[in-house]
């Protein structure tokens, strides 16, 4: 049993994972399986990046109006810029016992669908911006992960397809969000529903998955890769794209298509379940309250999740384990992943897990975009007048109008914006509204209870954000008093 296994282990045992000898059983199997995934992407770092690079390349020719046939990139939705459109992401539902059922448990489920009706009184178009149904992190049991432990890449894939099929079907079916999928059929029904895919859910494009969808939405398209709304075109007939929404995942290193079955899809698959599913999630406490009302800014700078391996080392011993747990490196060497400090209280990674993450309290935020390479491509890729406005999904972190720490001096960014998350956040649900091609960062929550909690008895709360540029990076506030939604 490896010293990295250990800590990782006794991590779980304050979140998702239990005591009983199945439970650690089935870790055990889970976390030498993700040793695989890690060995993987180490030994095809170069391929990844190339592929990364080719992925924004299929974005840059879809823009200009012929798609690539590649996995992620070949289903377009086109509408004209002109009209009402509100994005959300990352909900990551799944079925009521499912243990990382987080949208659903923080009361984030009936916030939504309370929240929605006022969008479709409105006459807004609903955009789901991907990570909507979560088909991939598992409610294990022991024989499934058995059974998997001795698959190889053809039988694993293979096997994915039946289990994927019956997760959306449970899904789908559920009691638990029939009156979730209620409201969106509304949208559907008035045609102003879009669903977009992302990593988490993009099996809800085969054939069998999406027959499964049809049951709730009639003959609603394949989720698309990518929505575009264009202005009005000019003598020759082209539309351009002024805004184009993706779910991110096709820039992500663990999760772009062609390689997200070897690195990121087994990764959910084998420790998710253990900790807090699709990522960190927030609770009401964890500043949530304060980022929700404006009491406290949130970090409006671009990251990377640049990982450099060979800088972290490797636990051969317990005393090389102590002499790097003070850095950051240690510790994403143990996760092989870019993690998000600044979430935590104690800038001294051995206190912020000792104190913070060990205790149960919260865990880490890793890094899943670069959003530094997005902002390089989309200024290297188009010209200023043909540039698109960007909105992404994925990293689960709001963006509008960021700067960017590596750009100096610094300055605000503006082509590129991030929905957030919907089901990340514990009575926070982040929202871009697009409104005739101008944006708006909103936050909807529901009033504190005055005794730090949420209020689930009480009417949604809608919340504007505002930029405040600083000299270390912008900050997002949200407005001081809730404002309605215009009518």
């Not at 939405?217 to 264009?230: A, Q």
């Not at 000019?234 to 995942?249: I, S, Y």
């Not at 990982?307 to 994403?332: K, M, N, Q």
Request: charge should be negative; include cysteine; proline fraction near 5%.
């Amino acid at each position: 049993m490896g010293l990295d296994m250990v800590i990782a282990r006794n991590i779980a045992a304050h979140y998702g994972l239990g005591d009983s000898d199945q439970e650690a059983e089935m870790f055990r199997i889970c976390w030498k399986m993700r040793k695989e995934a890690d060995e993987y992407a180490r030994a095809r770092a170069d391929e990844i990046d190339a592929e990364i690079a080719k992925g924004f390349d299929h974005f840059v020719r879809a823009v200009h109006g012929k798609p690539a046939s590649a996995k992620g990139h070949a289903l377009v939705k086109r509408l004209p810029v002109q009209g009402r459109y509100v994005v959300f992401s990352d909900h990551h539902w799944a079925f009521d016992g499912h243990r990382q059922n987080f949208f659903l448990k923080s009361g984030n489920q009936a916030l939504y669908c309370d929240l929605l009706a006022s969008y479709l009184a409105r006459g807004y178009t609903l955009v789901e911006n991907g990570d909507v149904e979560e088909l991939l992190v598992m409610e294990p049991t022991l024989a499934e992960v058995r059974r998997r432990e001795g698959m190889n890449w053809a039988e694993l894939r293979e096997h994915r397809l039946g289990y994927r099929l019956a997760e959306a079907k449970r899904i789908l079916g559920d009691a638990a969000n029939a009156a979730l999928y209620a409201r969106l059929a509304e949208f559907h029904a008035a045609g102003r529903y879009v669903k977009i895919a992302g990593n988490h859910d993009t099996d809800l494009q085969r054939d069998d998955c999406l027959a499964l969808l049809r049951e709730r939405f009639p003959d609603i398209d394949p989720p698309y890769d990518y929505l575009f709304l264009e202005g009005e075109g000019a003598g020759n007939g082209a539309r351009p794209v002024r805004w184009a929404v993706m779910h991110g995942h096709q820039f992500d290193v663990s999760t772009n298509p062609r390689f997200a079955p070897y690195i990121g899809e087994l990764i959910s698959e084998t420790v998710s379940w253990a900790y807090q599913g699709a990522d960190r999630v927030w609770r009401w406490n964890d500043q949530v309250r304060e980022w929700a009302t404006g009491a406290l800014p949130f970090r409006n700078s671009l990251v990377t999740d640049d990982y450099d391996h060979r800088r972290c080392p490797v636990f051969d011993t317990i005393s090389a384990a102590l002499g790097v747990l003070h850095r950051a490196e240690g510790w994403e060497g143990v996760f092989k992943h870019k993690i998000a400090w600044e979430y935590f209280e104690n800038t001294d990674p051995q206190k912020a897990f000792r104190l913070e993450v060990k205790t149960g309290d919260e865990f880490f935020k890793f890094r899943h975009l670069d959003e530094r390479f997005v902002r390089h491509q989309l200024l290297a890729k188009f010209s200023s007048a043909e540039r698109p406005r960007l909105v992404l999904g994925h990293s689960h972190e709001v963006r509008f109008h960021a700067t960017d720490a590596e750009h100096r001096p610094q300055a605000t960014f503006e082509p590129y914006y991030n929905s957030g998350a919907a089901g990340r956040f514990e009575n926070l649900i982040w929202g871009l509204e697009i409104e005739d091609g101008t944006p708006r960062l909103v936050g909807w929550s529901r009033p504190d209870d005055g005794h730090g909690k949420p209020n689930r008895q009480a009417p949604p709360e809608r919340r504007v954000y505002r930029n405040e540029e600083r000299p270390e990076g912008n900050r997002l506030f949200a407005s001081a008093e809730p404002m309605p939604l215009p009518r």
